[in-house]
């Protein structure tokens, strides 16, 4: 692997640049592997890197029916933060904070983690409870994730509205200053080269089409599109095609999925500095590097695969943007597009062991997982590994679906009275 | 000629001048002038800088293509609009206009260093660099890079415009009205059908705007259409994306071309419903790819002709092309013969039609065919061309002012694939072309992939003996992503053409990649050594042209961005001062301050007045719903955890709602009106989901149930009276109730009249004091509230708001749903086992009540909270401990969910979620605040008259 540095830059630039090597090379799948990852987006190459950096298990490849990143880690609005309420959930999403922090350093790949802050905005007295009730249990949590006055959010973020004759007007703000962005791609392919340099097959355009099963019910391997592979550990990584994949080992998943839209502005200078989240009116913010207003909109109401969503959703979105940021009003929308989303009936995810034995699940991060790609991608590789969860993800079970044990964020803040 | 302007010819109106400006300098155009168009007029090339290398940039196109002319204009406070295209801005008397992303200015800009350190900045460098001191990436480098970046400056005041929004229906929707779209209109309009036609440009016509020959044709159909009552026609209106079902969303520009901005909206969004969809979108020229291809006067032939036909400009005095198609032929022999000179056609084909060469020989135009340019001269305008054969030999300098390219054409499917629809690759045209439909559409004239441009070159990028590794042949303009970029791409194995794309940024630029998405396609084929056919096109994304924000949030601003729903009341609480406060989306008197009074003394003061007089209180928000039917009573047993078949008409009864998870999501007091007839209510927030949800259960799961539900939240005013001296104030008012303790139990319902008004009125009570909740039709709210308010006066009665509501039920333990449970919260959990029917076959979430986890000990009880000092109301949301001396992270075993100060009491009072909590009393918990710890101990949440008796009296 050539190191990527300023002086690799130059050195090549005098070269014309014809001197770069292939980040990963475009691997045929061999007969047999240690190890498989179902899915080539920043999760599974996360799994696939970790599996053989921490774990010295590098005869893994990793299986994608498209090109890699193509799904929901290309799709996302790359919101980083863990400022979650329950103990379960600040530790999953605060582990994958920390790798976030040094990830450029680690792969060799500027994954631009930017600390921008993520600022969630409250706009009535149940917003303020809950987010009250957020920062004491990150307090205690060692999460940061502090209170801001209207004046002290609209500093921190001057294109904020925080007039009081607002429809909705801002009563408050929790500040995770971790919290931030990354560039989706990089992420992808920064873990997909530091993995093939460790020895991982990076296998594209390879849909899987059956997982094949022992007399005992342990799994022997997968189907492809590209002929069978042997593989007695198989972790699968795949969003919104994890319900149809376990339905091939003979597993009913509890999950369903949506479309989820986001957009983007025409690029500007800088004019946003942070991250704004309103789930009171539905959306939320960043400026990209590139000046590119970078913004989230919601779910279809109805289950689908289309990526592709309706009118109505942009629509409202927008109208929630120019309520929050009226200076906005003139910018123009440059692009929309569509990822389908997985969602669990307690809309945390099910990353662990199932009912058969040597097959390894990640699945259902719903509208949020980016922002724990290289935690989901770690504690996959470690469960896959050990075969048992590290106690980080041993609450994400699939069991608690029959035992009752829900990890419900959004429950917890439940609409108002 | 003066300046660049043709002494005739186009359809401007030479008649009517206009004055603008454009960075300062004062310019002069005419009266259906694009700006594009009068800057040209005036022999300015310059239009603006590139990206990322701050490369001096002119006119690329002529329509709404245009990577490279992106302009700021201003119109007054808070009208600044950054990123416009030169092109698509209509010119009107005193425009403002100036270039973007320079500095100082557009002739020097210092960014251009970018451009001569360009070898440094492949694409993705970013991804290489930067690392290192790692502090220095938020601090140094990311700064630098973002204001190095974005292209125009963003608005930063707001906007004074408005916009609207409508609907619109039709059989057959044409969308661009160039010759084959204006032929399908005409065709449509024949029949009965409703029709409209759609085009972005301020006049009909498309090509044919730039084809004199065919005016008088258009002139007729124009008028034509004009006079079908069927045809509607929307110009300056972008269809920028065709969403499911045949529904096609656009706006029409409205007052952007104006010289006075008129109160009218300034854009309209149209969601149109459409039986056919024909799309007539044409095709967009396609530049070629080599060395200096973006030099300020090199542009496509077809905007050359455009400029020239249109309107009467010409974009040099000495006019090169450089072709790989017959089409650039024609716009050349176009402009011949409005008098420009042509300097050479440049063709790197070695053989074209004899018709083309007679025609060239005719006009004495020098043609070098096999040749191809391999160099631009001049910086900020082209001075002259280098030309070598395809060999490398023979390479000749020619002067020229412009140069035209003519690489082909790429046909406008935007929309088509926005709708799924696939797409065919056809050699002969070089071209993807619409195949199998996907919704009911099709597609006519050049984005059907007929047209008569005659033949061409499929070519990536121009044969050149220069290094190639040298050279910068642009492919994607705006975002300056060179044939260098694609290949180096390839080289480091992005193969799939949307990692080519995501790497190098090609087509991802504010156009979209309209004029470089084939040519990246062409290079990374060649690259990759596989037919474009093969490798497939990146996904269109709509729009299909930028939009204004405000244009698709249309009238949903301000008040109208989302309804406040108001009671019939809620007047009158707010000439009486009291202060309001947002609840899911109404808004609910908080309280009622008398002068001097904080929120505090004003919360205090109502609810002493509850607990020793009477207090009124406006419960209209509180959902409603008629649940009537024969299996009325069934179907409320199978939804709520409590039992309702045996409930007696006239009596009422707390209900508590499951989802089937188990978890409490509602609650409500609920009367049995009739044997066949229910009288619902819900919290206020959950009045839309609860019906969603039994409309679901009603539907999907028991349809054999005979039971109709009706939504009746704003059909009745509720007005709850509560206090010791709640009946004396009612009592002269109601007719044929009688409301003595026997005859009108607790929770009892009774049908009257109330002040002549009728009336279903409830004996319920949510402050522990004997409490009525008066239900009346919504119009007569507001008068029977002020009625009993004037009977009360001797009673001293009392307006509360919500705070008083929610510390009188706290100090009774009552619960809110949403605030004292959150969605993991079941009817043990909250100390309200007593609320499930034992003996019931099944209700929803039954089951989920029996898994292991839910019967395990260890779950978080609702219990009450005394703090130790009487004086400290805790804040909702704080975390509760066991041990405070522990290290974080801390062991958190429940958080306060509601705290109040208790005017009854004289102390504070909160309620909390507890890890087993019940199983707690009287023990010392922790709530380790910033800079302070509290203590409290578990309690019973009955803070107040625990036996009940100031209910029953």
């Known amino acids: 692997m050539t190191r990527f540095s300023a002086m690799s830059l130059f050195a090549k630039a005098l070269g014309g640049h014809q001197g770069w090597p292939e980040q990963w090379p475009d691997a045929a799948p061999k007969p047999a592997y240690d190890a498989i990852i179902v899915g080539g987006g920043g999760h599974g190459l996360g799994a696939a890197y970790y599996l053989a950096k921490k774990y010295g298990i590098t005869k893994v490849a990793v299986l994608e029916k498209g090109w890699i990143g193509g799904g929901n880690t290309g799709r996302n609005t790359t919101i980083i933060r863990s400022n979650y309420l329950y103990d379960e959930s600040a530790h999953l999403y605060d582990h994958a904070v920390k790798l976030w922090d040094g990830l450029s350093q680690e792969l060799n790949y500027n994954t631009m983690y930017s600390k921008r802050g993520v600022m969630m905005l409250a706009h009535n007295v149940h917003d303020i409870q809950s987010f009250k009730r957020h920062i004491h249990a990150n307090r205690l949590n060692g999460v940061d994730n502090e209170w801001l006055t209207p004046e002290e959010a609209k500093a921190y973020c001057p294109p904020l509205n925080i007039s009081p004759d607002a429809r909705y007007p801002v009563l408050g703000a929790a500040l995770q200053r971790r919290g931030g962005t990354a560039r989706h791609d990089t992420v992808a392919w920064g873990y997909a080269r530091a993995a093939a340099a460790l020895g991982v097959d990076i296998i594209q355009n390879c849909a899987v089409t059956g997982i094949n099963r022992g007399p005992d019910g342990a799994v022997t391997g997968v189907e492809t599109t590209r002929g069978s592979i042997a593989c007695k550990r198989i972790g699968v990584s795949a969003a919104g095609n994890t319900s149809v994949l376990m339905q091939m080992a003979g597993l009913d998943f509890p999950l369903e999925s949506y479309p989820l839209q986001a957009l983007v502005s025409e690029p500007v200078k800088p004019i946003f500095p942070c991250v704004v989240m309103s789930n009171t009116v539905h959306a939320y913010m960043s400026q990209s590097d590139k000046g590119e207003l970078v913004i989230g909109a919601g779910t279809d109401q109805y289950v689908s695969y289309s990526q592709r969503g309706a009118l109505h959703i942009v629509e409202h979105t927008l109208a929630a943007i120019c309520e929050i940021f009226p200076i906005f009003r003139r910018m123009r929308m440059l692009r929309t597009w569509g990822g389908i989303v997985d969602v669990t009936p307690d809309r945390s995810p099910i990353l662990g062991k199932t009912p058969v034995q040597g097959l390894y699940v990640n699945c259902g991060w719903g509208t949020g997982g980016f922002k724990a790609t290289p935690g989901a991608g770690d504690l996959l590789a470690y469960t896959m590994a050990k075969d048992e969860p590290h106690r980080i993800n041993a609450p994400f079970n699939l069991d608690r679906f029959r035992n009752g044990r829900l990890i419900d964020e959004a429950a917890a803040a439940a609409v108002a009275h | ?953």
């Open chain 2, 1 to 953: 000629m003066t300046g660049y302007r043709l002494p005739m010819g186009g359809r401007v109106n030479r008649q009517t001048q206009l004055a603008f400006r454009f960075d300062g300098a004062t310019y002069a155009g005419f009266e259906g002038d694009t700006l594009a168009s009068a800057l040209l007029a005036n022999g300015v090339q310059l239009f603006g800088r590139s990206f990322k290398y701050h490369r001096p940039r002119g006119l690329l196109g002529a329509g709404s293509e245009e990577p490279n002319a992106l302009i700021s204009v201003t119109r007054g406070p808070g009208r600044f609009t950054p990123n416009l295209r030169a092109t698509s801005i209509d010119l009107y008397d005193g425009l403002e206009a100036s270039s973007q992303n320079r500095w100082p200015s557009l002739k020097f800009d210092l960014g251009a260093i970018n451009d001569r350190l360009g070898m440094f900045f492949p694409a993705g460098f970013y991804n290489k660099t930067f690392m290192w001191p790692r502090s220095f990436w938020e601090k140094l480098y990311e700064p630098a890079i973002r204001r190095m970046a974005g292209l125009g400056h963003p608005p930063t005041e707001e906007d004074p415009d408005h916009y609207a929004a409508t609907y619109a229906h039709c059989d057959v929707l044409i969308i661009g009205a160039g010759p084959a779209g204006i032929d399908a209109a005409l065709e449509a309009a024949s029949g009965n059908g409703r029709v409209i036609l759609i085009d972005e440009q301020d006049e009909l016509g498309g090509g044919a705007l730039s084809d004199p020959a065919l005016w008088p044709w258009l002139d007729r159909s124009v008028k034509a259409l004009a006079a079908s009552p069927n045809v509607t026609v929307l110009t300056r209106t972008t269809a920028f994306g065709y969403f499911h079902d045949n529904f096609i969303g656009a706006v029409e520009r409205l007052t952007d071309h104006l010289a006075d901005v008129p109160h009218g909206p300034r854009e309209k969004l149209w969601r149109i419903r459409a039986g056919e969809v024909i799309l007539a979108q044409g095709a967009i020229e396609r530049p070629l790819v080599f060395d200096g291809n973006d030099t300020p006067g090199v542009m496509l032939a077809s905007a050359a002709r455009v400029f020239a036909l249109r309107f009467g400009v010409a974009v040099g005095r000495s006019i090169a092309l450089m072709a790989s198609h017959d089409s650039g032929w024609h716009d050349i022999f176009a402009l011949a013969k409005t008098g420009v000179g042509i300097a050479a056609i440049v063709d790197v084909r070695d053989a074209v039609s004899p018709d083309l060469l007679a025609q060239a020989e005719a006009l004495g135009i020098p043609v070098h065919l096999g040749h191809s340019v391999i160099g631009v001269r001049g910086r900020l305008g082209v001075k002259a061309i280098s030309i070598a054969r395809n060999g490398g030999t023979g390479v000749a300098d020619l002067a020229c002012d412009a140069l035209l390219m003519a690489g082909g054409w790429t046909l406008t499917v935007h929309l088509w694939s926005h709708s799924k629809g696939t797409l065919a690759w056809r050699d002969d045209l070089g071209a993807y072309v619409p195949d199998q439909p996907n919704e009911n559409v099709r597609c006519v004239g050049a984005c059907a992939g007929a047209w008569s441009f005659g033949d061409g070159a499929v070519i990536d990028i121009l044969p050149t003996p220069k290094d190639p590794t040298r050279a910068k042949a642009f492919v994607d303009f705006q975002n300056d992503v060179t044939a260098k970029d694609i290949k180096l791409a390839v080289r480091e194995g992005f193969r799939s053409i949307e990692h080519i794309k995501r790497y190098t940024t090609n087509g991802m630029a504010t156009d979209q990649g309209k004029t470089s998405n084939l040519n990246g396609l062409q290079i990374a084929s060649t690259a990759l050594n596989r037919p474009v056919a093969d490798i497939g096109l990146t996904t269109f994304r709509p729009p299909y042209t930028p939009q204004t924000f405000g244009a698709l949030a249309g009238h949903a601003k301000g008040p109208l961005f989302q309804p406040t729903r108001k009671t019939n009341i809620d007047s009158w609480a707010e000439e009486n001062g009291a202060v309001f406060e947002l609840v899911a989306q109404w808004r609910r008197a908080r309280y009622f301050p008398k002068a001097g009074e904080d929120m505090h003394a004003a919360v205090n003061r109502e609810c002493r007045m509850v607990r020793s007089s009477v207090g009124i209180f406006d419960a209209s928000t509180l959902g409603k719903i008629e649940v009537v039917g024969p299996d009325a009573a069934e179907f409320l047993n199978r939804m709520y955890t409590n039992p309702w078949k045996a409930l007696e008409p006239g009596r009422c009864r707390y209900g508590l709602l499951l989802k089937e998870d188990g978890f409490i999501t509602d609650d409500g007091v609920s009367a049995r009106l009739a044997a066949d007839r229910f009288h619902l209510t819900t919290t206020t927030g959950g009045a839309a989901r609860v019906l969603n949800m039994m409309e679901d259960y009603l539907q999907t799961e028991w349809p054999d149930l005979n039971v109709w539900l009706t939504s009746t939240t704003e059909q009745y005013a509720v007005i709850a009276l509560q206090g010791p001296n709640a009946r004396k104030v009612l009592e002269p008012l109601v007719e044929g109730i009688d409301l003595s303790a026997e005859a009108f139990p607790h929770m009892a319902v009774r049908e009257g009249t109330i002040c002549g008004i009728p009336t279903r009125l409830f004996r319920v009570s949510f402050t522990g004091e004997l409490g009525f909740e008066i239900n009346v039709p919504s119009a007569y709210g507001r008068a029977l509230w002020e009625r009993i308010m004037a009977e009360g006066a001797r009673f001293d009665i009392t307006p509360y708001g919500t705070e008083a509501m929610h510390v009188l039920r706290a100090e009774k333990g009552f619960i809110i749903v949403g605030q004292d449970t959150d969605g993991t919260v079941t009817p043990q959990d909250a100390g309200l086992d007593w609320a499930i029917g034992k003996k019931k076959p099944d209700f929803v979430g039954k089951r989920s009540l029996a898994r292991p986890d839910i019967v395990a000990p260890g779950r978080k009880h609702l219990v009450g909270l005394l703090t130790e000092d009487p004086n400290v109301v805790l804040e909702e949301g704080a975390q509760i401990v066991a041990d405070p001396n522990q290290p974080v992270p801390m062991t958190m075993i429940g958080h306060v969910t509601s705290s109040y100060w208790s005017e009854a009491l004289g102390r504070s009072i909160a309620m909390a979620l507890v890890v087993d909590g019940q199983n707690r009393m009287g023990q010392s918990l922790f709530i380790p605040m910033p800079g302070q710890t509290h203590v409290a101990k578990v309690s019973s949440m009955v803070f107040y008259d625990a036996e009940g008796a100031r209910l029953n009296v």
